[in-house]
């Protein structure tokens, strides 16, 4: 018996993980395919269904951005349906984002790790990704002002809930003085908060 050896995991040849995306592990119970099954079920048995199939309003309609505003009062005040944008999700957005705020060769400052679709964004666009030093509780300001001052980029790209791929959700505090400095400095936020209801604090 060889006891220098140690015992490898017995993975399938040619298995991948992807680190790229918050995906929690899914329930067993979970039954998704079926709640899907059943949805599209429903869906297809209520009145009104080709409305479904033909293109949509560009930005969503007044329902739609109604709903969006209520969605985001709780934390967002002044949310107004009138200033809102419906997008079929954030990849989608991101590069229409970059195009209309920078111009080519243009700097977005970012956490020195990002979210990938976000580089896959910045190089569609042409733009520069440049990484700011952060800590355990995310980007620090006194970082953020030294970039800003060097860079003098066109926008700050923060994911402040469950960050990926850190993990790591900015605290209240720390997101405030944040925002003091790109106010100070005029720099636009794009904040990608996808689980930002999950910290329950108004904005």
């Known amino acids: 018996m060889n006891t220098g050896s140690q015992a490898r995991p017995n993975h399938p040849s040619g298995i991948t993980f992807d680190l790229s995306m918050n995906m929690p592990p899914q329930p067993l ?3 998704l395919e079926g709640r899907i099954m059943r949805g599209l079920t429903m869906l297809a048995q209520s009145p009104g269904l080709s409305g479904y199939l033909s293109y949509r309003e560009p930005g969503g309609i007044s329902e739609e951005r109604d709903a969006a505003a209520g969605w985001l009062r709780p934390r967002v005040s002044a949310a107004d ?3 809102l944008v419906i997008c079929p999700g954030t990849q989608s957005v991101l590069p229409l984002l ?7 060769g243009d700097t977005v ?3 020195p790790l990002t979210y990938p679709g976000m580089k896959a964004a910045a190089a569609y666009a042409g733009v520069r990704l440049v990484g700011v030093e952060g800590d355990k509780s995310g980007m620090l300001p006194d970082a953020l002002m030294r970039a800003i001052n060097h860079h003098k980029p066109k926008a700050v790209y923060l994911i ?3 960050h990926n791929p ?3 959700t900015i605290p209240m505090t720390r997101r405030r003085s ?3 400095v790109l106010r100070k400095w005029n720099v636009t936020l794009i904040e990608d908060d996808a689980y930002g209801l999950r910290s329950n604090a108004a904005i």
């Open 29 to 31: 119970d979970a039954d």
């Open 81 to 83: 349906a009138s200033r």
């Open 98 to 104: 970059l195009i209309s705020l920078t111009t080519r």
């Open 109 to 111: 400052l970012t956490d």
């Open 160 to 162: 402040p809930t469950i």
């Open 166 to 168: 850190t993990a790591v």
């Open 178 to 180: 944040l925002v003091e």
